[in-house]
């Protein structure tokens, strides 16, 4: 997976928004496991996934429906921040060696 920005951040929870509560987890995991996919790929081929997109996080989230941007954020949207940041933070470990 590419490195990730706050943009990437807000792709991903609005993902996650519009989604149940109980599926929030899960679809973070996939995000991650997606964008980790077509890294790998664009590394080794020197060109994006033709499917998966670019190894970021954002690209990952654009093949999901997102939830409407509020203007203000909510507690919800920002449990959902919570929930990929913990995904991600799960996945140093595993980036540095």
């Not at 409407?68 to 913990?86: A, D």
């Amino acid at each position: 997976m590419r490195p990730v920005n706050i943009a990437d951040l807000e792709a991903g929870a609005m993902v996650l928004l519009a989604v149940p509560a109980a599926c929030r987890a899960n679809l973070a995991r996939s995000l991650c496991d997606i964008a980790t996919e077509a890294d790998q790929y664009r590394r080794t081929m020197q060109v994006p996934h033709p499917v998966l997109g670019t190894g970021t996080v954002m690209s990952a989230a654009s093949l999901y429906k997102k939830a409407l941007r509020s203007s203000c954020p909510s507690h919800e949207y920002l449990s959902c921040v919570h929930i990929l940041v913990t995904e991600l933070l799960g996945r140093v470990g595993d980036q540095i060696k």
